[in-house]
């Protein structure tokens, strides 16, 4: 890895130390509106329960939780120092109950099959160690019939070549990808 790479991955691929904590804020601003028109693509309905993989500074988070007023909403992150600001700027619904936010990876979630309505994440996937690893497992944890959006903006490094095959072997159908300006987002379901 080079020095360059290690800066990036330690402010936003991986956070930690206070390269992580600036990248918390940078992606707070950056991924905002990625973000909530992910959510809105997702449909989320108030019941539903919602998970976030890699919710970064809690943005995501925070606008699913408005989206699933009456449902629940939970994440996985692998950095401290994201889950850290996700859950302060969450504060009052973790507290109630109604978001469970925790530290982990997408390969390995910590939750049983058919958990979830639906399933997010925004610039995450570009730096798991195995998209099609860590799709599968996120498969695994949605209901029957669930739905999948990954955004994406223009700052990703994410190319659109090969995605749609990734969610195949994965085991998803009716994918499709939908462009916004520079950002793009890939819907999927869970057969």
Excluded at 86 to 114: I, T, W
Aim: overall charge positive.
């Amino acid at each position: 890895m080079t020095v360059l790479q290690n800066i990036l991955s330690h402010t936003f691929g991986r956070p930690t130390g206070l390269l992580g904590k600036s990248g918390g804020l940078i992606m707070a601003r950056s991924n905002r509106n990625c973000a909530a028109w992910v959510v809105e693509l997702l449909d989320v309905a108030p019941r539903d329960k919602v998970l976030e993989v890699g919710f970064g500074p809690g943005v995501g988070i925070e606008l699913l939780t408005q989206a699933a007023s009456g449902g629940y909403v939970f994440g996985v992150d692998p950095s401290r120092e994201m889950l850290g600001q996700a859950r302060a700027r969450n504060a009052k619904a973790v507290l109630s109950g109604h978001v469970d936010l925790r530290l982990g990876a997408v390969e390995s979630l910590p939750f049983k099959a058919g958990s979830f309505d639906k399933a997010m994440t925004i610039n995450s996937l570009q730096i798991w160690p195995d998209a099609v690893t860590g799709l599968r497992e996120i498969y695994r944890v949605m209901k029957p019939g669930g739905r999948i959006a990954i955004g994406f903006t223009r700052h990703s490094g994410q190319q659109k070549n090969g995605l749609i095959g990734k969610f195949v072997a994965a085991g998803f159908a009716n994918m499709r990808i939908i462009e916004k300006g520079s950002d793009f987002c890939v819907l999927a379901e869970k057969r």
